[in-house]
């Protein structure tokens, strides 16, 4: 069965460091364009990182320096490790799959339940 399990949100004060964990189903997840997207209260979804099955990865300018993405295809999971965290970047984590353009917004067509990441000041 198909799946995107996330873990590893909490709550930690600014500058501190946190690691998400996605667990994915090795199909159709494991060749695909794989990220994480996040959403403030409020706010739009917004692209974070992302890793494409050649191991390109990509970053918004917001998080670049501080967040690194990776993959463990053996351990079909996926990373966000996630240093000198801020307060606003306070948000609900979701890992994607199959991410891409759609309808001109860079979005994904396989979503997690998400995960929240709290930072307080």
């Known amino acids: 069965q198909e799946y995107l399990k996330e873990s590893g949100g909490g709550s930690v004060q600014a500058g501190g460091s946190l690691r998400l964990s996605c667990e994915y189903s090795?199909?159709?997840?494991?060749?695909?364009?794989m990220g994480w997207f996040r959403r403030a209260p409020g706010n739009e979804r917004d692209a974070v990182a992302s890793i494409d099955g050649d191991g390109t990865t990509d970053y918004a300018d917001s998080v670049k320096g501080r967040f690194t993405i990776s993959k463990d295809n053996a351990k079909k999971t996926l990373y966000l490790q996630m240093n000198s965290l801020k307060p606003e970047d306070t948000a609900m984590y979701y890992c994607a799959a199959a991410c891409g353009w759609y309808g001109g917004s860079w979005s994904a067509n396989y979503w997690g339940q998400g995960t929240q990441v709290t930072v307080s000041s």
């Open positions: 090795e199909y159709p997840y494991s060749d695909y364009c």
